[in-house]
């Protein structure tokens, strides 16, 4: 009946090295198999047949899983709690990515070196939870799913509450924002017209087309349609276009003399940005999120939380094959010494 | 009985009077408790890394003449500090149970039956 005992052994001894170092796991395993010699001999001793004594001793010693589980609890300090509070790291990590963009709504200017900083937030949150899940050596992608559902219903609730489309008094505050954004804007583009297609030029330069010291006219540019590839800029020579752009000239005179040049043909671009900035106006103005559009944030949201979430998973899923792949080769290779019970 | 039992303050007093080895170890508790402490000997080798861990026991690997090297362990000063503690929380805490369910009548008829 030593083969049972061995069969026992082998199959911890397999559980173990894939989880723990190779001398930790000799140690355990050594341990365990005098533990088990003594358990059956003892019960021989005392009149119990060699079977039944196998048979008993591992009963009393428990499933070779449990074991090997208790085991490399003891040595690794994970359980289900250490998880939970692993996974606190990575939660706040999470959170602060999805609502930093909403805090951007109240800070006004929005301090450019505070967007740029949070784009290391979603690669920190990557590794944090990597490492989280090779810690605990199993996905956690409960916690990741809770985490990921608080941050949508924090983000929900920004845009139902305090968001410009939202229900209550700061939704309304923020849609009159808006829209007197665009008030200002089409009165500049009115005005930036009137002067393009005047021929005369008494009523003084527009404050509008003015930037600091510079006067603002159009002026060719030669546009190449740009594309990314992997975020950096390629440009293509697919298609160029030359058309006039406002940019900023040092005298009054100079720019003068590039409205004079180049009003007539700039004024139809100005008047297309007008008919957009009235159609946004307008779309503001009845701006209320419907069933259909709460439907389609939730959607949004939820799909950006979960593309994160399944990126994450994918990447912990090759953390952990990698390393289960290598403690196997390692368990498979080794192979154990025939255990010998003591004669009667 | 529902009070839960301290394992490692059981393994401590195994150890008090000599080293032993795991086998031995739940030997001891069985005897010791007449057959009523049957630990889960799957779980009395965590415990006992944790122990290590804590400084309360040292273990080390023995050779004897009549089979493979085992492992014994042994109570370090700090296990015999802590081992103290827990008796004497246990004896406080046992004392205190003791005072309430062995002198608390809960039975009227039986107050009555000794005012009679």
């Known amino acids: ?26 140690d355990h395993v050594k341990e365990i198999a005098g533990h088990l010699r003594e358990s059956v001999a003892d019960r021989i001793r005392s009149g119990m047949p060699e079977h039944q004594a196998s048979t008993e001793a591992l009963r009393s010693i428990g499933c070779d899983r449990l074991v090997a589980d208790s085991l490399i609890r003891a040595r690794t300090g994970i359980d289900r709690r250490t998880t939970w509070s692993l996974c606190r790291i990575a939660g706040p990590i999470l959170l602060l990515y999805g609502v930093i963009p909403l805090s951007f709504f109240y800070l006004e200017p929005v301090p450019e070196w505070l967007m740029n900083e949070t784009n290391w937030l979603p690669s920190l949150f990557v590794i944090t939870f990597g490492y989280s899940c090779w810690r605990s050596r199993k996905l956690l992608i409960g916690p990741m799913a809770a985490i990921a559902a608080l941050v949508c219903v924090a983000v929900l609730t920004e845009a139902l509450a305090f968001g410009p489309m939202g229900y209550t008094s700061m939704s309304r505050q923020a849609r009159a924002h808006t829209i007197a954004g665009f008030d200002r804007n089409i009165g500049q583009f ?9 021929r005369s030029w008494t009523k003084g330069f527009p404050s509008c087309l003015r930037s600091g010291e510079y006067f ?7 546009v190449v349609d740009e594309r990314y590839i992997s975020g950096v800029p390629i440009a293509t020579s697919s298609s160029r276009s030359t058309q006039p752009m406002l940019m900023p000239c040092a005298t009054r005179q100079e720019a003068e003399g ?8 700039f004024a139809p671009i100005i008047e297309q940005s007008l008919r957009e900035a009235k159609s946004n106006q307008a779309f503001w103005r009845a701006a209320w999120m419907t069933p259909h559009e709460l439907g389609l944030v939730v959607w949004r949201t939820a799909s950006i939380y979960g593309l994160i979430l399944g990126v994450v998973v994918a990447i912990n899923i090759w953390i952990l094959a990698m390393e289960a792949a290598y403690r196997t080769l390692v368990a498979r290779l080794w192979r154990p010494s025939r255990l010998v019970l003591p004669r009667r | 009985m529902r009070f839960k039992s301290d394992p490692e303050a059981l393994i401590l007093a195994a150890l008090a009077d000599g080293p032993k080895h795991g086998y031995g170890i739940v030997k001891q508790l069985k005897d010791g408790s007449s057959g009523l402490f049957k630990m889960n000997e799957g779980q009395l080798y965590p415990l006992l890394h944790r122990m290590q861990e804590s400084g309360w026991i040292k273990g080390e690997w023995e050779t004897t003449e009549t089979g493979p ?4 362990y042994v109570l370090t000063e700090s296990g015999r500090l802590e081992l103290e503690k827990r008796r004497q929380e246990w004896a406080k805490f046992s004392s205190a149970v003791s005072g309430v369910i062995l002198t608390v009548n809960t039975d009227p008829r039986l107050g009555e039956a000794q005012r009679g």
Do not use: C, H, N
Request: proline share 6%; no cysteine.
């Open chain 1, 216 to 222: 603002l006219a159009p002026k060719p540019q030669t």
């Open chain 2, 69 to 72: 090297a085992r492992k014994t």
């Open chain 1, 258 to 265: 590039f409205w004079k040049r180049y009003g007539a043909t």
């Open chain 1, 190 to 198: 009115e005005e930036e017209i009137e002067f393009a297609r005047s």
């Open chain 1, 1 to 26: 009946m030593a083969d049972l005992i061995d069969a026992y052994v082998s199959r911890l001894r397999f559980r173990l090295l894939r989880r723990l170092p190779r001398a930790v796991v000799d």
